[in-house]
């Protein structure tokens, strides 16, 4: 079993899986991801920041929910 | 020459700001934390109002075209030069090709670079400031962009050694929960008294669209004291006859989320203001990140105007100690 890696939050704000209300998340649990696809958003200050994988993996589960507020250095999702 | 690379979430160019224009509906813009901001200057030998960049939450990463001292002051959000950390609140010599960017704010939401000369950018109106609602001054009227190439100026007045630094007692440190002074009056009559307590020991939390025109505060409703709303006056109980709002005056309409009115706010209008935070807890005020806990601690006007003798006394003994 690999060890899972987080993707912490560089901002404190709110958490979006999807880039607009009427699409579909960007991944699911148990997708394939290469390093730069995006996984979620981030919005503060009316400004969306994309979060990024850094690495290829597996998604393995994602910490906060769609929509929840989150604060720096805030585990959002981890890899497998 | 400086090259953005990458931008970060929301760096501007901002200075002391346009101070004088207000009643004409101009709002100074400038460092939202002025401390740490004219700080930054005394650490390069700049004027005091040579524009800086004020970097919030997220750094960007910057290439310099050619060797210069710089600074960085403000909240925590530790910087690198080529990958290796160098400190804060201390001149640093950059060279050409080096590159500065950032980890993760710490403590803090807002960084200030000073470079020596200062950010070259149009003068408007007394200021280079970047007034981020209405899209002037600063850079093009707007926040950096990758691949923007800023220009540097001919405001250093003086020579700082490279490694000058001020005392660890003169930096201030910034929690997730904050105290702010305010100065409660204007229209606070329009508060009930219960509510007037209510306002006073809520631990208000800050919520994402806090930004350089105002912080909205989640907490509890507020209640406004029953009348018969006076002519020109909107018809909610938390509109007044309209009036100038100070700068960081505190406004909540209907009664839900307080906003402090900040640096970008709009000069006037039609809310009543219940209190003001005071000057010098502005630039605790622009340290303070979404998420974060807010309590107003109630003061009077001569504790306020003691509290902005003593900052304005400490910046001219770093200023004297440079």
New interface residues.
């Given amino acids: 079993m690999s060890e899972k890696r987080a993707i912490l939050s560089p901002l404190p704000g709110v958490f979006y899986r999807k880039p607009s209300p009427d699409k579909p998340d960007y991944v699911q649990e148990g997708d394939s991801v290469k390093a730069g696809d995006i996984v979620g958003l981030i919005e503060v200050m009316k400004n969306f920041y994309e979060v990024k994988v850094e690495v290829d993996g597996v998604i393995d589960c994602f910490a906060v929910e769609n929509e929840s507020i989150v604060d720096v250095d805030q585990e959002l999702v981890t890899l497998k | 020459m400086i090259k953005v690379s990458k931008p970060g979430?929301?760096t501007t160019v901002q200075d002391k700001g346009r101070i004088g224009f207000y009643e004409i509906g101009m709002p100074p813009s400038g460092a939202m934390d002025q401390y740490s901001y004219t700080v930054a200057n005394l650490l390069v030998g700049n004027q005091p109002n040579a524009a800086a960049l004020e970097i919030?939450?997220?750094g960007p990463e910057l290439l310099f075209e050619k060797d210069m001292r710089i600074s960085l002051t403000g909240g925590s959000m530790p910087p690198k030069i080529n990958g290796e950390s160098v400190p804060m609140w201390e001149t640093l010599a950059v060279r050409e090709g080096d590159v500065l960017s950032f980890d993760?704010?710490?403590s803090g939401a807002r960084v200030y670079l000073a470079v020596e000369g200062g950010i070259d950018v149009p003068v408007i109106m007394n200021s280079r400031s970047t007034y981020t609602l209405i899209g002037i001054g600063g850079f093009q009227g707007r926040p950096l962009a990758a691949g923007d190439v800023l220009q540097t100026g001919h405001m250093k007045e003086k020579d700082v050694p490279v490694g000058s630094k001020i005392s660890d007692a003169d930096i201030p440190a910034f929690g997730k929960a904050h105290e702010i002074r305010v100065v409660v009056g204007l229209c606070s009559y329009r508060l009930t008294e219960e509510s007037k307590q209510s306002f006073l020991q809520t631990e208000w939390t800050v919520t994402?669209?806090?930004?350089r025109i105002g912080y909205r505060h989640r907490g509890e409703r507020l209640q406004f004291v029953e009348r018969k709303q006076p002519f020109g006056a909107g018809s909610n109980p938390s509109n007044v006859t309209d009036l100038g709002y100070p700068i960081g005056s505190i406004q909540v309409p209907d009664g839900v989320e307080p906003i402090v009115l900040l640096h970008d706010a709009v000069t006037g209008g039609g809310y009543a203001t219940i209190a003001t935070v005071i000057s010098s807890d502005l630039n605790r005020m622009g340290q303070i990140?979404?998420?974060?806990k807010v309590r107003f601690v109630s003061v009077s006007m001569i504790e306020a105007l003691q509290a902005r003798r003593e900052t304005q006394e400490k910046l001219r003994r770093i200023a004297a100690s440079l």
């Fill in positions: 979430l929301q919030t939450y997220l993760f704010v710490k994402p669209e806090a930004n990140k979404t998420n974060e």
